[in-house]
């Protein structure tokens, strides 16, 4: 394996196991529905990728910008 899937790998075990999670979590909520008159399925179980990031992710400063250029130009 090459060193720059390393990288990829690591990410891709953040979500090993978010599916079976989400999973339990629609299972609680389904539960629980119909003994309460207001129940948000974000709430049953609150887990940490359901932050929005987007925003803080996305940002690229020029200092960014100018260190890309340089690597680029190597």
């Not at 979590?25 to 049953?44: F, G, N, S």
Request: aromatic residues 10%.
């Amino acid at each position: 394996m090459p060193l720059w899937d390393l990288n990829d790998m690591i990410i891709g075990l953040t979500y090993k196991g978010r599916q079976e999670w989400e999973r339990t979590r629609t299972a609680a909520y389904l539960c629980m529905a119909p003994h309460c008159k207001k129940l948000d399925i974000k709430k049953v179980l609150p887990f940490h990728w359901d932050k929005d990031t987007s925003a803080e992710d996305t940002y690229i400063s020029n200092e960014d910008v100018d260190r890309m250029r340089k690597m680029a130009a190597y």
